[in-house]
């Protein structure tokens, strides 16, 4: 099983998120116990990014929202970085 480290910024980010989208709480939920139970799920559909977000990787939330985030496995974490729409993580 995976930790999951929660960054003050993805704290505030989230609160944020889910105050705009109480209808999305489930899924968020959901999404972060599929996250720790099996990272590779390919329900998550776990991918690496690139460009200026290089090293780091992104899983869906929704059709239109992510949550970003960096998987150190052999420390066994994952450290949660930022969620939002597609263009809100992305934004360069």
């Known amino acids: 099983m995976t930790q999951l480290v929660w960054t003050n910024t993805f704290v505030r980010t ?48 929704t059709y239109s929202h992510r949550i970003v985030l960096t998987l150190l496995l052999e420390k066994g974490e994952i450290v949660l970085l930022d969620i939002g729409t597609h263009d809100q993580v992305y934004r360069p």
């Open 14 to 61: 989230a609160k944020r998120f889910l105050k705009r989208n109480p209808d999305l709480r489930g899924e968020f939920e959901r999404v972060l116990r599929q996250l720790e139970d099996d990272p590779s799920n390919p329900k998550l559909r776990l991918h690496p990014l690139k460009g200026k977000l290089a090293g780091k990787h992104a899983v869906s939330l």
